[in-house]
């Protein structure tokens, strides 16, 4: 074959595998950001906390990466519902959630970055699992496992969570406050407990997600600088909140930027993210899948 | 901040811009354009005469400190306070700046205040287009866009050598500036009358109809644009404003060090304080900025000499968090009357 179209192939197919990180990523962000409405531009930051606390626990009992990453999960969890009960007492049931709620996530993400940094110090932290150096072959295309396990952890995680929304009470009850939390009320449900709970699974998968992350890439306190336009972008272009558009973009998202990195240079693959995300934003707000307003 | 604020969020909202013009107008005392410049000059003054009586060059690197804080808060505060939109990118337009000098001293060899001048001509475009892409949305998508201006600016500098690319840029510092006692003297100086210049433009801009019709668009931009107010026009203006200011607080930032890379242009530091500074000290009014750039710039360089610099930043986190949640009006919140 054509070593310019091989290239192009393995591309496209590690860059599917890419995707399946950046749909764990912005998984918890669809719920969070598009379900409950509450701009958590903390999440990659949370992300990349999971993502020290896989090394630390899984270098300590030698555990595999992605198994602490959904053992830990549960913990993340309590994190979250503790990070909502903070933000629904001082700004949601005030109504200043917009300007001083927006301060407030973007506080807790810099102290995340910064405790990281004096915990951990800056430099970039590792756990391979024992597969990381294992690489199938399908002819002339490259599946490594170091991608491909996390992408199919991502993948059962974002299908459970999809079920979960669709068949349990609890989480049609998600959905339903995503669009009317006064008539949840008249069904007698309490919308800030759903919300709460809903919160709690947006935090525990950015644990999930940042199990996934640390075997892909070694991880520093400031990766997740990088991931906020990245999830965010996904998620808008997926059309909020849409678990299926989510997944969708994050795939798209993926291709585009592994295909530029390989050929245009690794360098450049954060502008061509970012300016997608910004046309998006100027054109087709409501995402490439959304309806429109 | 305005009486209005106090309505709870549950009232019908239609008339709160009303109320804000009205209370802006009725509360404002008459704007004192002269004694407020005349006070400015002379605080300036003093801080410099002062400076030099106590002779430490150290004097002058902490006061530039602050004073590029008292810019970048006050720029932020434009958009922030008066109109409620959250800039996060605030470190971008900085950057925008600081490499917009770095580039026309390469290409024409002009000095630091060209520099100045072009850098506000650069950002403000910059804040101008930014504005024009995203304001049609919902704040908070606006607040997203500036985020990610700033990674694909970086970006962009990363990848241009002309500039010095990833390696950073340096530029050689004279060691005297004639009037001047020493170069450190002479970057304070230019500071602090970019600092009066910010803070006396930023008051100006709450003194006047452009203040006044952002403040409607903060309390509700939907009523205040049925009242007449031409809200995206406004905020227009008003991201051009901060965009520029922003980039202005940057431009002296490679003379000042002499020497400038990506990673410390775009530190994430400049956008978490341009934050912080308007909101703990009381945001939308043109004190508030100058009251938390002074405070917590003042307590960064405390801190950052006895302590630790990433401490010293996590404070800074901690206090944000802290003060919007307990006192969302800041420190002049706590002086003015609740009505």
């Given at each position: ?25 912005a998984s918890g962000l669809a719920v969070s950001f598009g379900m409950l409405d509450i701009v958590n531009i903390a999440h990659?930051?949370l ?29 993340f969890y309590l994190l979250g519902i503790a990070i909502y009960g903070v933000y629904h007492h001082f700004f949601e049931r005030r109504g200043e959630e917009a300007l001083q709620g927006l301060a407030f996530f973007f506080?807790v ?52 969570l999809y079920l979960y929304l669709r068949r349990s009470f609890t989480g049609l009850a998600i959905a339903a406050v995503a669009q009317d939390a006064e008539a949840l009320r008249l069904m007698a449900v309490d919308p800030v407990r759903i919300k709460r709970l809903a919160f709690g699974i947006s935090v525990a998968l950015a ?24 999830v965010f972008?996904?998620c808008i272009?997926g059309g909020m909140a849409s678990l299926p558009g989510c ?38 707000p409501q995402g490439?899948?959304g309806k429109a307003a | 901040?305005?009486?209005?604020e106090d309505h709870v969020a549950g009232r019908p909202a239609i008339d709160r ?67 409620g939109?959250v ?50 949305l919902r704040g908070v998508f606006f607040s997203i ?73 903060r309390d509700n931009e939907r009523a ?100 919007v949640a307990?006192?969302p ?11």
């Open positions: 074959m054509d070593p310019d179209l091989v290239l192009l192939l393995n591309g496209i197919v590690s860059g599917l595998l890419l995707g399946g990180l950046y749909a764990a990523a990659p930051a992300m990349v906390m999971g993502a020290f606390t896989v090394v630390l626990i899984g270098t300590t009992l030698g555990l595999d990466p992605l198994l602490v990453a959904v053992l830990q999960a549960p913990l506080g993400m810099f102290i995340i970055e910064v405790g990281l940094v004096m915990g951990f110090g800056p430099e970039q932290r590792f756990l391979d699992p024992p597969y990381a150096f294992t690489t199938l072959r399908l002819g002339e295309i490259d599946l490594p496992l170091r991608m491909l396990a996390p992408a199919l952890l991502a993948l059962a995680a974002l299908g459970l644990s999930i997600a940042g199990g996934a992350l640390v075997v892909v890439q070694p991880v520093e306190p400031s990766s997740g600088q990088i991931f906020i336009g990245r972008a996904i272009m997944l969708i973009a994050a795939l798209l998202f993926g291709v585009v930027e592994n295909v530029t990195a390989t050929f245009y240079g690794p360098s450049w693959s954060p502008a061509v993210a970012f300016g997608w995300l910004l046309l998006v934003l100027a054109f087709r490439l899948f | 901040m305005s009486a209005t811009p009303a109320a804000a013009l009205a209370t802006a107008s009725r509360v404002a005392p008459p704007p004192r354009h002269l004694l407020f410049w005349l006070a400015a000059a002379g605080l300036g003054a003093a801080l410099v005469v002062g400076l030099r009586m106590i002779g430490n060059e150290y004097g002058y690197f902490a006061g530039y400190f602050i004073l590029q804080y008292i810019v970048l808060a006050s720029a932020w505060n434009i958009l922030g306070g008066y109109a939109y800039n996060f990118g605030a470190a971008g337009f900085m950057a925008a700046g600081a490499y917009t000098a770095i580039a026309l001293r390469k290409a024409t060899g002009l000095d630091l205040l060209p520099g100045i001048v072009a850098a506000a001509a650069v950002a403000g475009l910059l804040g101008l287009g930014t504005g024009y892409l995203t304001l049609r866009a500036t985020l990610c201006l700033a990674v694909v600016l970086q970006t962009l500098v990363v990848n241009w050598d002309y500039v010095g690319g990833s390696r950073g840029a340096y530029i050689v510092r004279p060691r005297e500036v004639p009037p001047f006692v020493s170069y450190g003297e002479y970057m304070f100086v230019v500071m602090l009358v970019l600092a009066i210049l910010a803070v006396g433009i930023s008051r100006t801009v709450e003194l006047t109809r452009l203040g006044r019709g952002l403040q409607a668009i205040a644009e049925a009242m007449g107010v031409p809200t995206l026009r406004l905020k227009l203006i008003a991201t051009t404003l901060c965009g520029a200011l922003m980039g202005v607080a940057g431009a002296p930032l490679p003379y000042y060090s002499g020497y400038l890379n990506p990673e410390a242009a775009f530190s994430l530091a400049y956008a978490v304080n341009a934050i912080a500074m308007p909101l703990i000290g009381g945001a939308g009014s043109w004190l508030g900025p100058v009251i938390g750039a002074v405070l917590l710039g003042g307590l960064q360089q405390a801190a950052t000499v006895t302590i630790s610099s990433a401490l010293n930043l996590w404070i800074v986190g901690w206090m944000l968090v802290i003060f307990v006192a009006r800041g420190i002049l919140g706590w002086f003015r009357k609740r009505t």
